[in-house]
Nanobody
Framework: QVQLVESGGGLVQAGGSLRLSCAASGSIFGINAMGWYRQAPGKQRELVAVITSGGISNYADSVKGRFTISRDNAKNTVYLQMNSLKPQDTAVYYC??????????????WGRGTQVTVSS
């Protein structure tokens, strides 16, 4: 099976920075897009940023210019550098990856999430 494990969340003051990491492990035969989503209390999960295996990235309008997504294909790891954090960025952040697993099909996997809390 495949596991995604996030790390790097925590409590930070407004204007501060955090760096999230997500490592994929298990029966992996390739990874297409990797991305970060977030879910605030009482709200639906939303896309934050996504990056293709070739390095093309896309961002939600609310984080453009503040967040940067990157990946290390050799390590099956995706990162999210978050700068100029705002209280409205407070949410549980989830990692997502499209993984070619033992079935030889691409399947979307999710991590368990990491809490990011931004105080005002």
């Amino acid at each position: 099976q495949v596991q995604l494990v996030e790390s790097g969340g925590g409590l930070v003051q407004a204007g501060g920075s955090l760096r999230l990491s997500c490592a994929a492990s298990g029966s992996i035969f390739g990874i297409n897009a990797m991305g970060w989503y977030r879910q605030a209390p009482g709200k639906q999960r939303e896309l934050v940023a996504v990056i293709t295996s070739g390095g093309i990235s896309n961002y939600a309008d609310s984080v453009k210019g503040r967040f940067t997504i990157s990946r290390d294909n050799a390590k099956n790891t995706v990162y999210l550098q978050m700068n100029s954090l705002k209280p409205q960025d407070t949410a549980v952040y989830y990692c997502n990856a499209e993984v070619r697993d033992y079935t030889w099909e691409y399947t979307a996997y999710w991590g368990r999430g990491t809490q990011v809390t931004v105080s005002s």
